[in-house]
């Protein structure tokens, strides 16, 4: 190795950041998913606790998020290795976008899944018939986070590809 700073030194820095980035949004918009949503559960519960277990469907979705966030982090973090192949800052930066971009959709996701999710579950106690259309809503919000995941495999995939070794 080179005692010349390229730069490259500080490329695991920004694959780790990427890493963190893609659980931490993630799971902050699973936390605030669950927790809007939860609470309209629990006012539901108290005017119609035979509807609980059919509502506590966006708590699940919510809890999804996480998870999209906890794959980004393990493909990133199984991807930096500097010892074995070396790591460029195209590297870090493709890690780090990666990150982002999942960590960021599944916030964005989970703020919608928590507000429809609360709004969802108390018009569906007062009007049944509204349940089919809560879940589309649901469906599509979800398919925010799912988009992001798939952006950031395309991503991170992309990390090991800028200089021929």
Known sequence: ???IFSGDETAPFFGFLGAAAALVFSCMGAAYGTAKSGVGVASMG???P????????PVVMAGVLGIYGLIIAVIISTGINPKTKAYYLFDGYAHLS???ACGL???SAGMAIGI?????VRANAQQPKLFVGMILILIFAEALALYGLIV?????SR????RAD
């Open 116 to 120: 429809v999710g609360d709004a969802g």
């Open 152 to 156: 950031g495999i395309i991503l991170s």
């Open 98 to 100: 990666s990150g982002l």
């Open 46 to 48: 108290v005017m119609r």
């Open 50 to 57: 035979e509807l609980v277990m059919k509502s506590i469907v």
């Open 1 to 3: 190795m080179s005692s």
């Open 105 to 107: 959709a599944g916030l």
């Open 159 to 162: 990390a090991g590809q800028s």
